[in-house]
């Protein structure tokens, strides 16, 4: 095992905008060219995606995948870890949109998640999933691939 891909959440906010560009243009679509381009736009949110790949050699890349299939691909720099740690985390994002306001409303999201640990404990958040399996499964690989304690707070 030369590397390990973590694929990043996509936010349902973005699912169900994708989903009601494809179900607009189809409306458009008979009638004019922008239907067509709403229906690129729409797959293209439902389509693109990102992923870490952490190599065990440490030279990390962030892919950008179109429909699973990796479409570009960049460095990416991680603090190398002492230790990886897995546990439960809650996020928090503002309902606002642009200029109109949601009444200060906020939307919480729990995740479990891995981070990797380095010195002076600075951290990096690498990987989040609803599925407390997946990141058990990852974390472990990861630990094994790059040879560090593997902490796992999910089992308190």
């Given amino acids: ?3 390990i891909k973590l694929k990043e959440y996509k936010n349902m906010k973005a699912k169900y905008i994708g989903i009601g560009l494809l ?5 458009i679509m008979t009638q004019e060219l922008s239907g067509i381009i709403l229906t690129l736009i729409g797959l293209l949110v439902l389509g693109v995606n990102t992923e870490i790949e952490v190599f065990k050699n ?4 962030l892919n950008i995948t179109l429909f699973n299939i990796k479409f570009f691909s960049i460095k990416k720099n991680l603090i ?3 230790y990886i740690s ?3 985390q809650s996020f928090s994002s503002n309902n606002d949109f642009s200029t109109v306001s949601a009444l200060g409303s906020t939307a919480e999201f729990d995740f479990y998640v891995i981070r990797f640990f380095g010195e002076r404990n600075r951290n990096d958040i690498i990987f989040k999933s609803k599925n407390k399996e997946e990141v058990l499964i990852k974390g472990s690989e990861l630990s094994i691939l790059l040879d560090v304690e593997l902490v796992n707070k999910l089992e308190n």
């Avoid at 179900?23 to 409306?27: A, P």
């Fill in 86 to 88: 897995l546990f439960g």
């Fill in 80 to 82: 190398y870890p002492e």
């Fill in 23 to 27: 179900l607009f243009s189809i409306f």
């Fill in 58 to 61: 440490f030279d990390n890349k």
């Fill in 1 to 3: 095992m030369d590397s």
